[in-house]
């Protein structure tokens, strides 16, 4: 029977159950789970069925049958640790060669990437070293090193399993791409450029057309994309996000939610920038096709180098100007699109979007048929998925601060938290209404994990299971 199921897990994770927490956010990176008896009372000191003290990470915490998998870090170094599921026993940690320390946005970590196991082996991503996998039991597989990445904000984007293989994106300033692995033996399968994506951090997920092949999703700079699991072939394509994505989109049977903001992006602050062509004419000085910073009269662009120059060339070129038009265009938004198509589907998948009060960095929630996005301050805002109507907008009013962890739901409630660590347990609903609000007084960036009478929480310093204790 486990074999079995761990088989169909790795044929197509959309089937196993919405229990199951095997990769970020759970089942397709949905933030739900169908976990029963998940406790709404709750502390430091109450409902704790054990605690175990980890180094700092933004990793969220993932689960095979037996274990839970978690990165770190601590004193420069990197590690992979694994947990015994029922008590939270540390079983082991392995480090994790670090041979560079690239740049990293203040709100980032380098072990932000949250695993994914298939149910035996973890497979793990860390900016300053690439992709590394272990059994359950600690044993190095395999390591397939990556990068350098050119990012002024470090990686977060999480790898993800489908048809036997590990499927991850890396988008950054430039040289982004997008690569499957084989779970076996860590050789890359297919690797697709994308060349025309900067800076990006969506965890990808999966969608399964009737009677067509898996394929996986990803959110990237001002256009989402679905690409064959099989071939890393492009399938179909929506215009219209904004410039930069950190939340992970989730999906209903028929549709798909996309939330983004970044920054100078908001309605109303577009501009339209003409072709690179233009400025060629006017200010490339030696006919070089590329433009210099002596070259260039604009004092905005070359006090703004480094947001312009993207591949660090020490020139502005075709693709730095196009990705500046897109950026000068793009509007922040949360979208509704239909799934699926070939080719172009901008104009025929666009459902809705709404442009206010957008999160920066957690992703949205999909749950019982209302689309729940969470910002800064705590300013919680409730729409209806068919229709984008706001339902309901209003502050939880005993968490305000930072939101970094993206929310979760299980057995009937949403669950929230700040940065500083305030738990919000929030009936869900048009209506919606915070039931209670629970201190942990540690500050958080991960997002909460659920399993049968279980909620975990992993703060900066420990890792929480909470339960009813027998």
């Not at 999966?206 to 071939?231: D, H, M």
């Not at 500050?443 to 703060?459: C, E, H, M, Q, W």
């Amino acid at each position: 029977m486990r074999t079995a199921f761990l088989l169909a897990f790795t044929i197509l994770p959309l089937s196993f159950a919405a229990s199951e927490w095997r990769q970020f956010r759970g089942p397709n990176g949905s933030g739900v789970s169908d976990a029963k008896g998940v406790p709404v009372v709750f502390g430091v000191d109450q409902n704790v069925l054990w605690k175990t003290p980890l180094p700092p990470g933004h990793s969220s915490p993932v689960f095979s049958p037996d274990r839970i998998f978690l990165t770190a870090h601590e004193n420069e170094n990197l590690f992979v640790i694994g947990l015994d599921r029922k008590t939270g026993t540390e079983l082991w940690r392995k480090q994790v060669p670090r041979p560079r320390k690239g740049e990293l946005h203040k709100a980032n970590g380098p072990a932000s990437a949250s695993p994914v196991t298939d149910g035996d082996n973890v497979y793990v991503f860390f900016t300053d070293f690439g992709l590394i996998s272990f059994t359950k039991d600690g044993k190095e597989r395999w390591r397939l090193p990556l990068g350098p990445f050119n990012t002024p904000m470090g990686m977060s984007s999480s790898p993800v399993l489908a048809n036997g293989k590990l499927l991850l994106n890396c988008d950054a300033e430039s040289e982004s791409f997008f690569i499957s692995v084989s779970l076996e033996t860590g050789k890359i399968i297919w690797r697709r450029d994308r060349a025309e994506f900067s800076r990006g951090f969506s965890t990808p997920v999966l969608y399964k057309p009737a009677n067509s092949p898996l394929e996986v999703i990803v959110a990237g700079s001002t256009r989402l994309v679905s690409y064959s699991v099989e071939t890393g072939e492009p399938i179909w394509w929506i215009d219209g996000l904004t410039w930069q994505l950190k939340p992970t989109p989730v999906m209903d049977k028929d549709n798909i939610y996309v939330l983004g903001w970044a920054g100078d992006a908001d309605q109303g602050s577009q501009e339209d920038i003409a072709d690179f062509k233009e400025y060629l004419a006017k200010w490339d000085k030696n006919g070089d096709g590329k433009l210099s910073k002596e070259e260039i009269p604009d004092k905005k662009i070359v006090n703004q180098w480094e947001s312009f120059d993207l591949d660090r060339s020490g020139f502005l070129e075709e693709r730095d100007w196009k990705l500046y038009q897109g950026r000068k265009k793009a509007v922040n938004a949360v979208h509704a699109f239909k799934l699926g198509g070939k080719g172009d589907m901008t104009k025929p998948n666009t459902l809705w979007s709404y442009y206010k009060s957008l999160p920066n960095v957690p992703s949205p929630l999909l749950y019982e048929g209302i689309l729940y996005i969470v910002k800064e301050s705590g300013i919680m805002t409730a729409l209806d998925a068919k229709t984008g109507k706001v339902l309901k907008q209003a502050r939880l009013t005993d968490a305000p601060g930072d939101y970094f962890s993206s929310p979760g739901a299980a057995n009937g409630k949403i669950f929230t938290i700040s940065h500083e660590g305030k738990v919000s347990v929030i009936k869900p609903g048009a209506a919606w209404e915070v039931e209670r609000t629970i201190a942990l007084n540690e500050d958080v960036n991960a997002s909460p994990a659920f399993d049968d009478g279980k909620l975990y929480i992993r703060t900066h310093q420990n890792l929480y299971c909470f339960g009813k204790k027998e």
